[in-house]
């Protein structure tokens, strides 16, 4: 009996893991203040596109399953980081609101790899209304008990809304790309940022601009209090080979990084690929696992293009 492609989703290796920079800004100098760990479905197919990923995932109500696996892919990756670098990690308000062994799970996971759970921000994401706010609040009590600090994801835009802000207390809060073009030449898209600092700072949060356009952009988003920018702009989403080669962790502060060809050796044989095109969290026969993969992908390309959805 074929695997449904929720199934082949959660296999492990089938998710894998890029970075993109988080940059503290401050004039012309720019500096990271952490990497979010972003999620690539499986190589070849539809799927591979995040945004069709997790529209499917949330389709099919498997937000939790999909955000547990993440979390172990993502470890998996972050263990070759230098020791200093903070990794934020997606995960669904709902999972969260509905799921009290969530942060257990991510807690076990941290573990396991020996990366210490204050390294870590935990980036709500939220596409429908969270039912159980209690359950939601538990586990980010005990989330940052730990440690581990919170951001509220897309803020101005779906359920990342005014309770959220109160109810979650957020560490950081990620504005919306929406919000942060053409701000030179909006005077109430500036008005809508600005109020957002605001906010931020009567809640001793910070603000994250995503998706800044442009640096005419950057320095005006500086000028009324950003501190720190994610975007193409900066650095896009890379691998963590890519990651790794850059000079982005020269500051002593984030520990000594492994140098390349060590970060490779320590990878467990016939797993080279771990760093450079995602992580594997099981070694399995290699060309069996080719096959079977070429095969999948193939069988979701021929069923994206005969169908007008990719959500069968």
Known sequence: MSKSILETILEPGELRVVFQPIFRIEGETRSVDSVEALIRGPRGTHFERADILFDYVRRKKAEAAVDQACIAAICDAAELLPTGV???VNVHASTLGHNLGFADFL???????????ERFTVELV????????????????RLRDWGVRVALDDVGAGQSNYRMMLDCHPDYFKLDAYFVRDLTSDPKRCAVVESVVALANALDSAVVAEGVPSNEDLAHLEAIGVELAQANLLCPAIPLKQLLASDFFCDPAFGTPLPQETAEQTLPSGVESRVESGVESRVHNSVQTSVQSIDREHAFAKAAAASQSFYT
């Open 86 to 88: 903070r990794v934020n």
């Open 107 to 117: 807690r076990r996971q941290v573990q396991k790899h020996s990366l210490g759970l």
């Open 126 to 141: 939220e596409h429908a209304p969270t039912c159980n706010i209690p359950e939601l609040m538990n586990n980010l009590t």
